[in-house]
């Protein structure tokens, strides 16, 4: 049975990774590339975007001038109306780096098609069951990165333990009742990338030292410095020793440095970029994504002719993925650890969702169907796009970013509580 499930799992991979660029290729010199982005240069997540996006310019000899960008374009119709824009200013290549710009992608996709113009809807979910095929998404395998930043938290808090800094006698606060060190994080939203990466994140932790529970708590918003530095701060009243985060801002490591610095035992991992800046004492790394892959294999393709998946999701196998520099609070033997860690993702002798290091309700996961159809909630679910419905357990492991590449990892795993607001 697991060696059918192997080869189903190859054959829908093969299936979903042909798909062509639908246009003719396109002269170095005449290539335009517009860039729709949710935020700025001052947000991280569209940072990260956009050093992506110059790398990969500069690793094919293209100019910064054969880019334009639109900021602070929100997840409406606007968006729409910036890809037609970027039409019009000639772009063979227009990209959008939110999830909630993906409808209005969409529509532009079907707008300009049989153009010689494709349209990237990144961090998307449903451009390979649309039938379109001007329309493609892609994501990296960063919960890959987000298991090796538990794995940094995770020798912190063995060193707080073992050095006697907290303990149940010294610091109660710390502890849950049955002895159990108190991890937080801070999430935008129960959505399954967010699920996914936090539970990755708490794997990687529990890898080192088990005896942790997490408490998530949600911001409702991607990018809120105020409530990510608020929801950080209530977590470590809490009695919190690590903060984790998928937020965008600086907001939940600022905090913590604060606290950090008056006296408080607390630590944060960020997300995207390096927080050492705004948190030189209370940050220990950032998971982040290595967009520059995905640019350059997309610009290249188009420049080419040549194809590329219309789903694309690497990891730590392709350095699409990995960790900012570790702070100087890390505890020794970090560095080498991680570089074990990575290796093994790498090569993929450890798998992530390893069915064997978790539990859901109590019970070991052997069957997870995942229904990859595309659903408009707004009409009460109704499928828009119809799917595939996957068996995700594969090998043993939660076979996250294979059959599609935005996550669709939504288990709630035992030892984490959940916090919906």
Known sequence: MKKFAALLLTLILCLTAVSALAMEPVAKEDLKIGAILVGDEYEGYTLAHMEGILAAARNLGLDESQIIWKRKIEENASCTTAAEDLFDQGCQIIISNSYGHQDYMNAAAEEFAGENVVFVAMTGDYAAISGKDNFYNAFTKVFQSRYVSGVVAGM??????????????????????????KIGYVGA???????????????????????????????NSWFDISAEAAAGEALVANGCVIVGQHADSTGAPSALQKLLKDGTVCYSVGYNIDMLEVAPDAAL????????????????????GEEVPQDWAKGYEYDAVGITPLGASCAPGTAEKVAEVEAALADGS??????????????????????????DWSQGGAVVYAGETVEAIVDGAFAESEFRAAPYFSLRIDGIIEDAQ
């Not at 060193?159 to 159990?180: H, Q, W």
Request: overall charge negative; glycine content about 6%; hydrophobic content about 35%.
């Open 350 to 375: 450890l798998k992530v969702f390893d069915i064997n290091t978790f539990t859901v309700g109590g019970e070991t996961v052997t069957s997870a169907p995942v229904d990859l159809s595309y659903l």
């Open 189 to 219: 939203f129960p959505y399954a990338e967010v699920v996914s990466g936090y539970t990755a994140f708490f794997l990687g932790l529990r890898s080192i030292y088990p005896d942790a529970e997490m408490e998530v708590t949600y911001t």
């Open 285 to 304: 790394t950032s998971p982040t994504n290595g967009w520059d892959k995905y640019y350059t294999d997309l610009f290249s393709a188009v420049i080419n």
């Open 156 to 181: 912190k808090v063995a060193e707080l333990v073992e050095n006697g800094t907290i303990s149940p006698e010294k610091t109660p606060n710390n502890f849950t009742a049955d002895g159990k060190v």
